[in-house]
């Protein structure tokens, strides 16, 4: 593979897709992860950073990440919009993470023992979510391209996943969710 490959035949809407691993770092107890947005098949944004805070969980640090990754799509699409690219921002970006509890939170309104502590700015995943700016959808992991941000992973996740993030091969999970979220009937 050489380099970053885009097509006619990728995702004509961008898709994001977040991760966060639950091992701290031992010297903070913060942990790392990942994000990168994905459109006509290639990345246009990647990140891999360690989280500002704490995290009390997995869903807790997922959550966290969902934060950052939805503040970049809100500022992507005020690109798009000013690029004029509005056909591309009909239907809000999907933001697919692979912690069925963070996903839930951030569609609804609980509050558990487990959940209390997050601090007030990462609930801007409800914000975004209401105002249309993403939808929060579920990927498995084996699925979820930006695994590779987040921790050290197999030669075969890697053999796996680096085609499709860098363009090579159609992420056809990317596809489906559009397409279902277009048209849910089709489920």
């Not at 994905?38 to 997922?62: D, F, Q, R």
């Not at 921790?151 to 890697?158: A, E, G, N, P, Y």
Request: glycine letters at 6%; proline letters at 5%; one cysteine or more.
């Amino acid at each position: 593979l050489r380099g970053i490959k885009f097509s006619a035949s990728g995702n004509a809407e961008p898709v994001a897709f977040v991760d966060a691993s639950n091992k701290p770092d031992p010297s903070d107890g913060k942990c790392q992860y990942g994000y990168c947005i994905m459109w006509m098949g290639g990345p246009i944004v990647t990140v891999s950073k360690k989280l500002s805070h704490v995290g009390l969980s997995a869903a807790h640090n997922e959550y966290m990440a969902m934060h950052w990754a939805n503040r970049k799509i809100a500022w992507m699409r005020d690109f798009l919009e000013e690029m004029e690219l509005d056909e591309m921002l009909v239907y809000p970006t999907l933001n697919c993470g692979d912690n069925q509890a963070a996903l839930i939170l951030s569609e609804e309104d609980i509050v558990t023992t487990g959940n209390q502590f997050i601090q007030v700015p990462y609930h801007y995943n409800k914000e975004a979510a209401l105002m249309g700016i993403s939808k929060h959808v579920y990927v498995p992991s084996a699925l979820n391209l930006s695994d590779v941000f987040t921790k050290c992973v197999t030669s075969q996740v890697i053999d796996e996943l680096l085609p499709k993030l860098l363009g090579y091969s159609v992420c056809s999970f990317t596809l489906e969710q559009i397409r279902l979220q277009r048209d849910p009937a089709k489920k």
